[in-house]
């Protein structure tokens, strides 16, 4: 009989250990399910984050939304500068950011990225009349403009020297647009599809010229080693979106010619 009791006692044993490890694998499986995650965005960065009558639009505001929604999670956006959303996750006042961020080693440093959402590239920017500047070779006493906290920024400051031509910095995308369209600046240094899109949505008197300057690539970013679950979640979202079509839709919505 005590043979018979032990071995029934351990069998209750390992069938507790069993469902634990089951309950504790569901409960990770909902971890952020009902959640609810501050989103860092720049409302001054059209076709990807942008504000109409009080509403959020743009390729990131509709793409985290649909991420959210097909994994199950909450979000409140947090528009804010550019610049200030890094910080801002430093901080532990954002959860993610999705601000048409290109993937950086400097930034890699700071934040874990998810998968590349998006194939961008730098372009010089200038003036609809200006028909001397189409290359970077043709910089040399000209004055560059660029928005803070971009990697327009940081290719124009590593590249003013070999250049020869001077940086001007903005807070915010339209002021430095302006300033190239009144003269102010000689050329600017932005995201290819942002100017693009900003071109042909306004009387802007600018055009793009010469080559892509490089091929940067955007991804939604969240504080390193933090919310490892979450951007699990974004990177299956993201990959669910493709798969589905609903990916595409979001971006011929905006960009479609």
């Known amino acids: 009989m005590k043979k018979w009791t ?3 006692l351990l069998l209750s044993v390992l069938l507790v ?4 490890g089951e309950g504790e694998e569901a409960a990770g499986e909902a971890g952020i399910e009902g959640e609810v995650y501050k989103v860092g965005i720049d409302t001054t960065y059209p076709p990807f984050e942008y504000e109409v009558d009080g509403e959020y639009e743009g390729i990131d505001v509709d793409l985290i939304r649909a ?42 440093e700071i934040v874990d990225f998810s998968e590349p959402y998006f194939d961008a590239g730098l372009t010089l920017v200038v003036h609809e009349d ?38 001007v ?8 647009f302006q300033e190239v369209a009144n003269g102010g600046a000689d050329v600017l240094i932005e995201d290819y599809p942002v100017i693009s899109y900003a071109i042909s949505q306004s009387d802007l008197p600018l055009k793009t010229v010469g080559e892509r300057l490089n091929g ?32 595409d839709e979001i971006l011929n919505t905006y960009l479609a010619e």
Do not use: H, W
Request: glycine share 10%; with cysteine.
């Open 216 to 247: 940067d690539q955007y991804g939604i970013a969240v504080l390193k080693g933090e919310n490892q679950e979450l951007l699990e979640a974004i990177n299956e979202g993201l990959a669910e979106l493709r798969e589905s079509g609903e990916y």
């Open 67 to 108: 991420i959210a929604e097909n994994q199950g999670f909450e979000i409140e956006l947090e528009p804010m500068d550019f610049g200030g959303i890094i910080p801002a996750l430093q901080a532990g006042q954002l959860d993610v950011a999705i601000a048409g961020m290109s993937i950086t080693d400097e930034r890699k």
């Open 6 to 8: 032990l071995l029934a």
């Open 17 to 20: 250990l069993a469902a634990c």
């Open 130 to 167: 200006n028909e001397e500047i189409t290359s970077l070779e043709d910089l040399e006493g000209k004055t560059v403009a660029v928005k803070n906290g971009t990697t327009g920024a940081t290719f124009a400051m590593e590249n003013a020297d070999e250049y020869g031509f001077e940086v």
């Open 169 to 176: 910095r903005f807070e915010d995308s339209p002021s430095m």
